[in-house]
């Protein structure tokens, strides 16, 4: 399929990764992201990996999690 059209694309996308991942090699998160961005606005994705994470999370990526949040989405009253 071609790129997303409307206001998806310029969706927001946060792709994180271990290094380590024996279940999804980190080859493949990044053939993920690069066709993400042929998909959307490519200054709209970020990929972050993690150095020694398995395929699991850290409080590293959760703190990322966060800030991807915090920056994207409106506060909850």
């Known amino acids: 399929q071609g790129p ?4 998806n694309k310029d969706i927001a996308v946060l792709q994180c990764h ?3 991942d024996p279940l999804v090699p ?14 959307i606005n490519p200054a ?3 990929f972050k990996t993690y150095s020694g ?6 409080v590293e990526e959760m703190m990322d999690v966060k800030q991807f949040i915090d920056k994207h989405l409106p506060p909850v009253d």
Not at 53 to 58: D, I
């Open 53 to 58: 994470m398995m395929h699991s999370s850290s």
């Open 18 to 20: 271990g290094d380590c």
């Open 26 to 39: 980190l080859m493949f998160g990044s053939l993920t992201v690069e066709k993400l961005k042929t998909m």
């Open 44 to 46: 709209n994705v970020t």
């Open 4 to 7: 997303i059209s409307g206001v």
